[in-house]
């Protein structure tokens, strides 16, 4: 539909690798040089090596608690902002546009309005990167591209998505290098949110990082569960 070539989606591969070479405990802590993206072998085509996130064993735990009760609790606390959950069709073929994540933008935008928040408040985004084409769809979806637009924040080996840029994705190494435990996942995207908004997440802290929005999906996007995360100062 596009017509676009396979490597504009180099960035999102080079970020998260990137950032997981600085996690201890990504699975693939190797960086990715620029071009490899585009030589990696098939898995299925038009999906590469490098577009798959790995299965990956894995275990995360937060506690929950009241927001009055937390400072009694933790000297750093992170409070729920806002908190949703959607679904779609789960048959495919029953959708009306397979480039659209329905759940994702339902859940987004009600974690959204809870919060009272906009995307450009958000200083870091931890989605559900299992395949490349996801964290693109996933982007458009929460409101950070336009439909069809969401590959060009990977753009210039994915600026824009590094620690430093203007949306920081895949903090830790995203599912893609720090691995998917598949059932744990969302809890340790939530982990890794805390870390940043506390300001231990070591070398790959987001400076004064004070909102986090992490989502994960459930299938090829039949659920999608939405977190704002903020911190309590």
Not at 108 to 137: C, P, R
Not at 178 to 194: D, H, K
Not at 212 to 224: D, K, P, R, Y
């Amino acid at each position: 539909e596009y017509q676009l070539d396979l490597s504009v989606f180099e960035g999102f591969t080079l970020n998260a690798h990137k950032n997981g070479s600085l996690n201890d405990r990504a699975m693939f802590r190797n960086v990715v040089k620029p071009g490899a993206f585009s030589k990696a072998s098939m898995v299925s085509d038009p999906i590469n090596l490098f577009d798959g996130a790995p299965d990956a064993d894995g275990a995360a735990a937060v506690v929950l608690v009241a927001a009055d009760q937390a400072l009694d609790i933790a000297p750093q606390p992170v409070l729920i902002a806002g908190s949703a959950a959607a679904t779609d069709t789960f048959a495919l073929q029953d959708r009306a546009d397979l480039l659209y994540l329905k759940a994702a933008d339902l859940s987004a935008y009600k974690a959204y309005q809870q919060a009272g928040i906009t995307t450009a408040d958000i200083d870091l985004f931890e989605l559900h990167d299992a395949f490349t084409i996801l964290s693109v769809l996933t982007l458009e979806a929460a409101g950070f591209a336009g439909h069809g637009e969401g590959w060009r924040l990977a753009q210039n080996a994915g600026e824009a998505l590094a620690l430093n840029g203007a949306l920081p994705i895949s903090t830790f190494g995203g599912l893609k290098s720090r691995g998917n435990p598949v059932g744990a996942t969302g809890v340790y995207q939530a982990v890794e949110a805390y870390l940043q908004l506390t300001q231990r997440a070591g070398r790959n802290q987001v400076s004064n990082a004070k909102i986090a929005a992490i989502q994960n999906l459930g299938g090829v996007g039949t659920t999608a569960i939405t977190h704002i995360l903020k911190r309590m100062d």
